[in-house]
C-alpha cells in the first residue's frame, strides 16, 4: 500500500526531479491474459516488448532502458497498473490495485514520457481515491484497518496502548447493561450497573481519542465503523466532533467476527466505499449546476484563463483537441488556435491536454463515474469547472 510517506516523496522529490527522466505507466492486471501471457515464442510479457519498442522510440539511452527492462521482467507482478520513474541513479515504481485516471492502458498498452517526470496522472489517482479507517468493534478486541488505492491493511499495534485487562472488563459489562442505556430498578445490582456504565463510557473515550490519534498519523479523511449497531453508534457519538463528521457509514460485524482479514474487510466496506463516492460526485454536480461553467469549449478557455480551480471530468475523457505547439494553447477551434500560433497546431488527445493544463493553472481535478459520468455527458456537455470568480 502506498503510504502517505510514498506520496510526499512523489510530490516533493520525484515530481521536481531536474531530469531526464523516465515516466512509464503500465498495465499489470494479472487477471488479463493480454497482460501475463508471453508473447509468441518470445520469453517476455507482451508489456515488457511493449516498454521496450517505447523506450526505444523515445531515445532513453541503452543502460537507462536495461534497468528498467530488468526490473519489468523480474518483478513479481502486485497490482493492475505500474508506475514508474527512472533517473540516471534512481528508480521509483509504484504497484497500484486500481486503474488510473486519463491514461488509457487497455490490452496492455503503456504511455511513455522521457524528459520532465509526468507524475500526474499517478498523483490524480492518489488524490481521487480517499484514505478510508475502518474500527472493528469487537468486545475480544477491537481493531483498526486502513483502507486505500483498492487495498486493505490492518495497523495491529492500533489499539495496544489499552490495558488489555480493560477487553475483559468490557467484556464482563455487556450482559448487565447494554451500551448508552442507563440502569434501572434499585439495590446492588444497579448500583453496579451504572458503576460499570460510568467506567464503560470513560473507557470508550479513551479509545476514541486513540481512534482520532491514528487516523490524523494515517491521513484517513473517512471513517467506517463495524459492529454492533447500538456500539457503533454510541462510540461515534463519544468521537471528538472533527473525527465524528467523517464517519459515513457503520456496518455490522462480518460473519468471521473479530477473526477477519483484511482483504474480507475490504470485501465488506466495497459497496459502502462506491455508495459513499457517488453521493460526493453527485453533490459536486449541483454545485456546478448552482455556480459552475460546462461545456467543452467554455471550461478550456475558462482553465486557460485561470479562472477555473476545480476542474469536472469522466474517469476517461474522450476525443481530441487542437494545440499550438509554442504556446500551449488548445481549443476544439482550429481557427481560434492558428490566430494565437506561430506554428502549425497539431491535434492531441484531450484527456492528456486537460491534465496538463490543470497541473499548469492550478486547478484541482475531481473524476465522475457511473451515472454522475452520464450527467455529465448529457447536462453539462462532458466538462464542468468551478471558477475562482
Wanted: charged residues 30%; contains cysteine.
Amino acid at each position: 500500500m502506498i503510504s502517505r510517506e510514498d506520496v510526499q516523496r512523489l510530490k516533493e522529490e520525484i515530481a521536481f526531479h531536474p531530469g531526464p527522466m523516465l515516466s512509464l505507466y503500465v498495465a499489470t492486471n494479472p487477471a488479463d491474459p493480454n497482460v501475463t501471457e508471453f508473447a509468441g515464442g518470445s520469453k517476455s510479457k507482451p508489456y515488457v516488448i511493449r516498454a521496450k519498442d517505447t523506450m526505444k522510440s523515445l531515445g532513453v539511452p541503452a543502460e537507462l532502458q536495461k534497468r528498467v527492462l530488468d526490473r519489468l521482467e523480474h518483478d513479481v507482478v502486485r497490482g493492475r497498473t505500474r508506475a514508474l520513474f527512472a533517473g540516471a541513479d534512481d528508480m521509483d515504481v509504484f504497484d497500484l490495485n486500481v486503474d488510473l485516471p486519463v491514461v488509457k492502458l487497455a490490452y496492455g498498452e503503456l504511455e511513455a514520457r522521457w524528459g520532465e517526470p509526468y507524475v500526474l496522472p499517478l498523483l490524480l489517482a492518489l488524490d481521487e481515491y480517499e484514505r478510508y479507517a475502518v474500527v472493528l468493534l469487537d468486545e475480544e478486541r477491537w481493531r483498526l484497518f486502513e483502507v486505500y488505492l483498492g487495498e486493505a491493511r490492518e495497523l495491529a499495534d492500533a489499539f495496544r496502548a489499552v490495558d488489555p485487562g480493560a477487553w475483559r472488563q468490557l467484556a464482563e459489562a455487556k450482559p448487565a447493561t447494554p451500551v448508552g442505556v442507563a440502569a434501572r430498578g434499585g439495590g446492588g445490582h444497579d448500583r453496579f450497573d451504572r458503576r460499570m456504565l460510568a467506567w464503560t463510557h470513560r473507557f470508550y473515550r479513551q479509545l476514541a481519542a486513540e481512534t482520532a490519534r491514528r487516523l490524523e498519523q494515517m491521513g484517513a479523511e473517512r471513517l467506517i465503523l463495524m459492529g454492533v449497531p447500538e456500539e457503533t453508534r454510541y462510540f461515534a457519538e463519544l468521537l471528538p466532533k472533527a473525527v465524528r463528521e467523517r464517519v459515513v457509514a457503520r456496518l455490522p460485524l462480518p460473519a468471521s467476527g473479530s477473526k477477519v482479514t483484511a482483504v474480507e474487510v475490504l470485501a465488506e466496506v466495497e459497496d459502502a466505499l462506491e455508495q459513499v463516492e457517488r453521493a460526493e460526485e453527485a453533490k459536486l454536480l449541483e454545485r456546478v449546476r448552482e455556480e459552475g461553467v460546462w461545456g467543452v469549449e467554455q471550461v478550456l478557455e475558462d482553465l486557460q484563463l485561470g479562472r477555473v480551480y476545480v476542474l469536472v471530468m469522466p474517469w476517461r475523457p474522450e476525443g481530441e483537441v487542437w494545440v499550438c505547439p509554442d504556446t500551449g494553447y488548445a481549443s476544439l477551434d482550429e481557427a481560434k488556435v492558428r490566430a494565437v500560433c506561430t506554428e502549425k497546431p497539431r491535434r492531441a488527445d484531450l484527456a492528456a491536454t486537460l491534465v496538463d493544463l490543470a497541473g499548469l493553472f492550478g486547478a484541482r481535478v475531481e473524476f465522475v463515474r457511473g451515472d454522475n459520468a452520464d450527467r455529465l455527458n448529457e447536462e453539462f456537455g462532458g466538462l464542468a469547472g468551478l471558477k475562482r470568480w
